[in-house]
T-cell receptor
Framework: GDSVTQMEGPVTLSEEAFLTINCTYT??????LFWYVQYPGEGLQLLLK?????DKGSNKGFEATYRKETTSFHLEKGSVQVSDSAVYFC??????????FGSGTRLLVRP | DSGVTQTPKHLITATGQRVTLRCSPR?????VYWYQQSLDQGLQFLIQ???????AKGNILERFSAQQFPDLHSELNLSSLELGDSALYFC??????????????FGPGTRLLVL
């Protein structure tokens, strides 16, 4: 079945460092891809999405490009802030629109 | 604030008991999804309803059931609770049509602790 694999965390960075969180997927069709963020004690917030190959989703300085040839959707940010500390989930939407999530990657940004 | 509300925020109960979690979707959204987040299983899809009808089922135990009412709110019923049912339960809703119909907006979750 469809699945999503994310890099293991935690990822610890200093403020203003460059961030990459890797995400790859396996799917039979052409899913839409998402990044959600979960701040401590809160629910999931949609960060960005891409619905077809070569689409780039972006929001709040975060970007991810839908790469069909490598089945990847890596999350990047040029300069992280302490307030970006959270758990990031990569997900795909299958043909029934349900979300299949990766295991999540915890990001800790130090001042 | 996503516009999806869930009650209660926290729930503590004993093994063998039954609880009901409630979700109100965003205004205008007809689809409701339930997910379970636990330390060992991660985020797992449980069940989806669309305009009162069940549309998809995931890894939902037979002890669990859900329904969506005419006013579109949904309830997830968990019975014969076990320690392993302790988790965060999320509800999400999505628009009925259009380019954003796949985008799901999540509520704040209900944290269930079974003692």
């Amino acid at each position: 079945g469809d699945s999503v694999t994310q890099m293991e965390g935690p990822v610890t960075l200093s403020e203003e460092a460059f961030l990459t969180i890797n995400c790859t997927y396996t799917a039979t069709g052409y899913p839409s891809l998402f990044w959600y963020v979960q701040y401590p004690g809160e629910g999931l917030q949609l960060l960005l999405k891409a619905t077809k190959a070569d689409d780039k989703g972006s929001n709040k300085g975060f970007e991810a490009t839908y790469r069909k040839e490598t089945t990847s959707f890596h999350l990047e940010k040029g300069s992280v802030q302490v307030s970006d500390s959270a758990v990031y989930f990569c997900a795909l939407s299958d043909s029934s629109y349900k979300l299949i999530f990766g295991s999540g990657t915890r990001l800790l940004v130090r001042p | 604030d996503s516009g999806v509300t869930q009650t209660p925020k926290h729930l503590i109960t004993a093994t063998g008991q039954r609880v009901t979690l409630r979700c109100s979707p965003r205004s205008g959204d007809l689809s409701v999804y339930w997910y379970q987040q636990s330390l060992d299983q991660g985020l797992q899809f449980l069940i989806q309803y669309y305009n009162g009808e069940e549309r998809a089922k995931g890894n939902i135990l037979e002890r669990f059931s859900a329904q969506q009412f005419p006013d579109l709110h949904s309830e997830l019923n968990l019975s014969s609770l076990e320690l392993g049912d302790s988790a965060l339960y999320f509800c999400a809703s999505s628009p009925r049509t259009g380019a954003h119909r796949e985008t799901q907006y999540f509520g704040p979750g209900t944290r269930l602790l079974v003692l």
